[in-house]
């Protein structure tokens, strides 16, 4: 005869109310702005240009090293007479070529390696050859092949952008749990279908990631590209536009280029990547 234990009484236990700091939390204007992330930003920044304008008055070099406020001020000049707007929209119009065949080759790529053992073979070994070389270092051969123009620097764009997305990618669709793989195929999900659905969603945090370091890497490639020849007949963007003015000595000219270089750099950060994984993955619950 098996013994059956008596059923315990309910009961309700009231909480105790909440400390008046903890139930009347009121943030300030000031606490509510200091809280956002651009902000915070912006205002290291700002330490960084008072840093650099105080190096330069120490150091009272304007040739070695201009300050802050007469870097700015030529700055602002090129920016004016459009040089500046001409250089740096010459080096985007190739960085978005570069960048968006480098992803198409490497999307490509990892869709292979994912869909056949063979293409993760050949995806793996490429990787493994290709990836540790500097995309810099086959300048000379892309000006073999396609010379003095812009087929060399898209070509070596591409070998920046392809092998590190193409890894990372590949990374996030071998880390889908095998409960979500499972979970697409008993909802009949095949193909095109299963890939789209559930492993880029999963994959999404990886790619995000290998898509900040291939921009990272194409945006530094494409400027250490043009310190050595224009893009077309001498008339390059913003590597060229450093180079030209280090050649004249107009230093302030060349870290009015370096702050363009570190602008653009920054505002891709925080108005393109930053929003796609706050409207993607942070939305999602996937990423904090």
Do not use: C, K
Request: aromatic share 10%.
């Amino acid at each position: 005869m098996s013994y059956v234990h008596p059923a315990r009484p309910e009961f309700e236990r009231e909480l105790p109310p909440l400390p008046a700091q903890l139930a009347d939390i009121h943030l300030s204007l000031a606490q509510r702005i200091w809280r956002r992330d651009g902000v915070r930003q912006v205002v290291v920044l700002m330490l960084i240009a008072a840093a650099w304008e105080l190096a330069a008055r120490v150091a009272g070099n304007d040739l070695l090293l201009p300050g802050f406020l007469q870097a700015s001020h030529a700055w602002w000049d090129d920016l004016r007479n459009g040089e500046l707007v001409a250089r740096t929209a010459a080096s985007l119009s190739l960085l978005l070529q570069g960048y968006a065949l480098g992803v198409v080759l490497a999307l490509t790529l990892s869709a292979l390696a994912v869909a056949t053992r063979p293409g993760r073979d050949v995806l793996v070994t490429l990787t493994s050859l290709f990836n540790p070389l500097p995309a810099i270092a086959l300048l000379p051969l892309a000006l073999l092949w396609f010379g003095l123009g812009q087929g060399s620097l898209v070509f070596v764009l591409v070998h920046a952008v392809l092998w590190p997305l193409a890894l990372a990618t590949l990374s996030g669709f071998q880390g889908v749990p095998e409960t979500l793989r499972m979970a697409g195929r008993n909802y009949g999900l095949r193909g095109l279908r299963y890939v789209l659905q559930i492993l880029v969603p999963s994959a999404l945090p990886a790619i995000l990631s290998g898509l900040r370091i291939g921009w990272a890497f194409a945006w530094r490639t494409l400027i250490a590209a043009e310190l050595f020849f224009g893009a077309s007949s001498g008339q390059g963007g913003l590597g060229w536009y450093i180079f030209q003015s280090r050649n004249e000595l107009l230093t302030d000219r060349v870290f009015a280029g370096l702050a363009t270089v570190v602008l653009i750099g920054w505002l891709v950060e925080r108005f393109v990547f930053d929003t796609v994984e706050r409207l993607t993955v942070r939305r999602w619950g996937m990423q904090r």
